[in-house]
Nanobody
Framework: QVQLVESGGGLVQAGGSLTLSCAASGSIISIEHMGWYRQAPGKQRELVAVINRGGSTGYADSVKGRFAISTDNAKNTAYLQMNSLKPEDTAVYYC??????????????WGQGTHITVSS
């Protein structure tokens, strides 16, 4: 069994910063990549940022230069540092990970989601 637990969401004013954390636990052999998605009301879930085991990162155009994803591999934890937040960043943020479990196979896992509200 693998779990992803997110933390760090909340309410922030425009221009402010927040850091999200996503801790993976359970029957983990390796993590291929971890990423953050978000879903705003009435919109589809979209990829925000992703980082692979080698440390390569990718970002949505809308967050480039403002958000930074990183990992602590020893803790199986991913972080999303969000700066210069805008009201349009308001959404539920979900952690995603591609994890090899004790069966040897890879599976996609999702966190429960954490709300971020950016006030203008």
């Amino acid at each position: 069994q693998v779990q992803l637990v997110e933390s760090g969401g909340g309410l922030v004013q425009a221009g402010g910063s927040l850091t999200l954390s996503c801790a993976a636990s359970g029957s983990i052999i390796s993590i291929e990549h971890m990423g953050w998605y978000r879903q705003a009301p009435g919109k589809q879930r979209e990829l925000v940022a992703v980082i692979n085991r080698g440390g390569s990162t990718g970002y949505a155009d809308s967050v480039k230069g403002r958000f930074a994803i990183s990992t602590d591999n020893a803790k199986n934890t991913a972080y999303l540092q969000m700066n210069s937040l805008k009201p349009e960043d308001t959404a539920v943020y979900y952690c995603n990970a591609d994890i090899q479990n004790y069966s040897g196979t890879y599976h996609q896992y999702w966190g429960q989601g954490t709300h971020i509200t950016v006030s203008s």
